[in-house]
């Protein structure tokens, strides 16, 4: 079995789409997941499964909606996959805020992206880098003032869902744990 990271967008923020972690984790061991563990409200999760990524993404998916009337976005990712996320963030380093540093894990290539926009709206303080698989945004005047990071979604045109830098360790620590 190969472990998994499910990222879920739009839970739990706002009084919103609301999914206790604890049906989420029921749900998942439903679907066949072993060793299912999830990191605070905002729909994180590791565990291991057999299937491939899309066709985890699209069964959990289907599950949320179906059990819970909620549909959102589902980003699955291997374990190596994320690892290779986490060790390709270019401001890592230079983030002496892990709130400040965020991950956007792409559902799919972001091929159509307007990254010219993306430069027009970032802030001068703000750098970002967009790859195959992550959008990684160092926003030091914070994520919440920026005019980047409310808009980043419609410029990348696919689905995808933010983390921020502690939350992104927080689920690298889960993968390390021993099971």
């Known amino acids: ?26 749900l998942l061991a439903t679907l066949g997941c072993d060793d299912v563990a999830t990191y605070i409200q905002s729909g994180n999760a590791v565990f291991r499964h057999h299937k491939s990524t899309t066709e985890l993404s699209e069964l959990i998916s289907e599950a949320v909606r179906s059990r819970f009337g909620l549909q959102v976005p589902v980003v699955v990712r ?13 401001f890592a380093a230079e983030a002496a805020e892990p709130k400040f540093l965020s991950v956007w894990f792409l559902g799919e290539r972001a091929a159509n992206a307007n990254t010219q926009r993306m430069d027009e709206i970032a802030c001068d303080s703000e750098t970002f880098l967009l790859t195959d698989s992550a959008f990684y945004l160092h926003a030091p005047e914070g994520f919440g003032r920026s005019k980047l990071a409310s808009n980043v979604e419609k410029c990348l045109a696919v689905p995808a869902t933010a983390r921020n830098w502690r939350t992104v360790g927080k689920i690298g620590a889960l993968l390390d744990a021993p099971n």
């Open 1 to 26: 079995m190969t472990e998994f990271v499910a990222l879920l967008r739009g839970i739990n923020v706002g009084g919103k789409n609301i999914l206790p972690m604890s049906e989420f984790r029921e």
């Open 78 to 90: 291997t374990a190596n996959e994320f690892a290779a996320i986490v060790a390709a963030n270019p």
